[in-house]
């Protein structure tokens, strides 16, 4: 126990009173005091002042011996008594509801007061008073209420009580309302109390007096209310409770307390919920008649638009029967009669299946055209077409695939309207562009398509140029034309690529050119001791052109590391996709190569078509022309 106040006093080698203080304080958070280093001996120690609300302890002066052996520890334990507490609690006699605003003078046995104010307490919001603080075990009290709150009449009579160690006493005082209203709301099944209704009273020229809601308890009462009639109209029930709409006379009289008691009933009924017996989707639109179980019809009802209809309000527990009187537009028609029953307070819920009238789609997949690829001729049936099948909301309802025969079938399917979208076209052929609309009318019903498909082209293209003859040391500048996508399909991983001679080059720029689709694309390069490829640059616009420095040392390469080949990289491409502006390198040729020493620059183009790489590739030789070339002998003749 926290902030428990000891004295420790040592005592020396024997036991006696007096010596001197080593500690004087509070105990922690844990409610310990710890004491280390102490020389062997007697001590004494003492509690007191006790923590907030508890006694001192009994007895409070304990004796301890240290030996001064290693590890010689002693432990001391006090315990304390919480003070006796006491409350005054002030309540309504009619229904038990604290009384706030009653004032209570308290004072010993002997007379005084207790506490401040002379004594005179008032209770709080919840009608009490809490007087622990002021009073002590043995403490023998008097409490008399000396003026009651406005409405109660005076309860004067003197209560007295004795305060024991570690008790909880409480005096409890009740006050008669002076006239007025008490109205109690109760369920009409258990007579339970129902709080949280709201309750408008009027007199009965009209007058609004105002608007109550029941306590925990479910009443309501308005003390000093003038004699005469006065009417109870509710206007909100509790929740789970049905509004009771009836407006409710009483009188209230000079001097006694009218009571009202009114009765709700909770909420009962059905909550029907009609599904699709394939979907488990709601069907909207249903229509359903109710029977009691005399066999009289109670009420026609229909579904809403997630398939939902409640039936309740006074509906008398008991037996009943459910019809389906007509069914929605696409379901067979349900003519069993169902018996349900409905218990007091309770929602009892029923799933009712509908089996939809269905149909089914087929598709036919042919070739539109004679494909260069495979060799097939217009009119071949294609296997491997993907289509996915969706409903008018939008939802994926079916994924069928055409087998060898061309042919693909969906799973029956409701009555309405769908659309087809092909996912994925049968290889060398390009999906049908645009989505193809099936409704199935009627039961039993087959939607026949044929659908075709039109064979790829798939091409890439490059061309390279650049200087026939070159001179050592001179500067070289390769020229591409040409890149492109010809293909009538997409591309992904779309690339070209150079890859230097570097037994006579040394790569120093790349100019990038312009291109016809606004892409996003990087340049990456391998070099002579790493085959990691390392970013040139990144984030490059395809509608400009960019001077990129790729000498060793803008590239940050070691003094013998060069660049072995750089590639553009795009990603996926569309059909027609091209350059505009013309890209080219410059290079330059190493120093002392020999006349006629020649040298090939080549590159490369591609992308992939699913999982086929599209690729074409070209390249330029180059001769070496020296000023120290070997003299050219005659010709002899011999």
């Known amino acids: ?56 302890s009994n007895p409070s002066v304990q004796t301890a011996y240290i030996s001064g052996k290693d590890q010689d520890v002693v432990e001391l334990v006090f315990h304390n008594l919480p003070m006796g507490q006491v409350v005054i609690e002030k309540r309504n006699s009619v229904n038990n509801a604290p009384v706030a605003g009653a004032k209570i003078k308290v004072t010993y046995a002997s007379g005084a007061v207790v506490g401040p104010n002379n004594g005179i307490y008032t209770t709080d919001e919840n009608g009490l008073i809490n007087l622990g603080e002021y009073l002590s075990v043995g403490d023998a009290i008097v409490a008399q209420e000396i003026e009651a709150p406005r409405g109660f009449v005076l309860d004067g009579t003197a209560q007295t009580l004795e305060i024991k160690s570690g008790a909880l006493h409480k005096l409890t005082f009740y006050n008669t309302p002076i006239g007025g209203l008490q109205i109690s709301k109760k369920d009409a099944g258990n007579g339970r109390p129902v709080p949280s209704t709201k309750l408008r009273v009027s007199k009965m020229s009209g007058e609004v007096i105002g608007t109550y809601t029941t306590d925990s308890n479910g009443l309501v009462f308005i003390p000093e209310l003038d004699d005469g009639w006065y009417s109870v109209e509710e206007v909100a029930s509790a929740k789970g409770y049905l509004l009771d709409d009836t407006v409710h006379n009483i009188e209230v009289k000079e001097g006694e307390t009218a009571i009202l008691t009114i009765t709700n009933r909770k909420a009962s009924g059905f909550l029907l919920h009609k599904v699709d017996s394939v979907t488990g989707a709601g069907i909207p639109s249903v229509k359903f008649l109710l029977y009691d179980a005399a066999n009289n019809p109670v009420g026609q009802y229909e579904t809403d638009q997630d398939g939902r209809v409640y039936i309740g309000g006074e509906l008398s527990d008991g037996r009943y029967r459910l019809r389906e009187l007509e069914p929605a537009p696409g379901y067979i028609a349900d003519d069993q009669v169902r018996t349900v029953y409905l218990e007091y307070g309770r929602t009892t819920e029923i799933i009712w299946e509908n089996t939809p009238q269905m149909g089914q789609i087929q598709i036919t997949k042919k070739s539109a055209d004679d494909n260069p690829i495979n060799g097939f001729p217009a009119g071949t049936l294609l296997a491997n077409s993907v289509f996915e099948v969706y409903d008018r909301a939008g939802n994926l309802v079916d994924t069928v695939r055409s087998d060898k025969n061309g042919w693909a079938a969906t799973k029956t399917l409701p009555l309405g309207r769908y659309t087809l979208r092909e996912a994925q076209a049968p290889p060398y052929y390009s999906a049908a562009p645009d989505a193809i609309e099936a409704e199935i009318e009627f039961s039993g019903q087959i939607v026949r398509l044929e659908v075709l498909n039109r064979s790829v082209y798939t091409h890439v293209s490059i061309t390279k140029r650049g200087y026939a003859e070159v001179m050592p040391g001179q500067q070289i500048r390769y020229t591409f034309s040409g890149i492109g996508n010809n293909s009538t399909v997409a591309l992904d991983s779309f690339y070209w690529r150079d890859t230097l001679p570097t037994d006579a080059v040394r790569l120093d720029k790349v100019v990038t050119g312009s291109w016809n689709a606004r892409l996003s694309y ?23 052109v960019y001077t990129l420095d790729a000498s060793p040392a803008a590239l940050g390469l070691a003094s013998n590391e060069y660049v072995t080949e750089f590639m553009v990289v795009f990603g996926r ?55 120290n070339r070997p003299p050219v002998l005659p010709r002899t003749g011999f």
């Open 573 to 627: 491409v569309p059909a027609g996709f091209r350059q505009v502006e013309t890209p080219y390198i410059f290079c330059n040729v190493l120093g002392g190569l020999p006349h006629e020493y020649r040298f090939t620059n080549k590159c490369d183009v591609g992308g992939l078509w699913g999982n086929q790489w599209i690729m074409a590739n070209d390249r330029w030789v180059s001769i070496i022309y020296s000023k």
């Open 522 to 544: 990087k340049i990456v390069f391998k070099t002579n001791i790493s085959s990691t490829y390392r970013t040139l640059a990144d984030s490059l616009s395809t509608d400009r």
């Open 1 to 56: 126990m926290p902030n428990t106040y000891f004295r420790v006093r040592y005592l020396g080698g024997t036991s006696g009173s007096g010596g001197t203080i080593i500690f004087d304080g509070a105990t922690n958070t844990a409610g310990a005091i710890i004491l280390t280093g102490l020389t062997a001996g007697t001590y004494v120690c003492e509690e007191y002042k006790a923590a907030p609300g508890f006694e001192l």
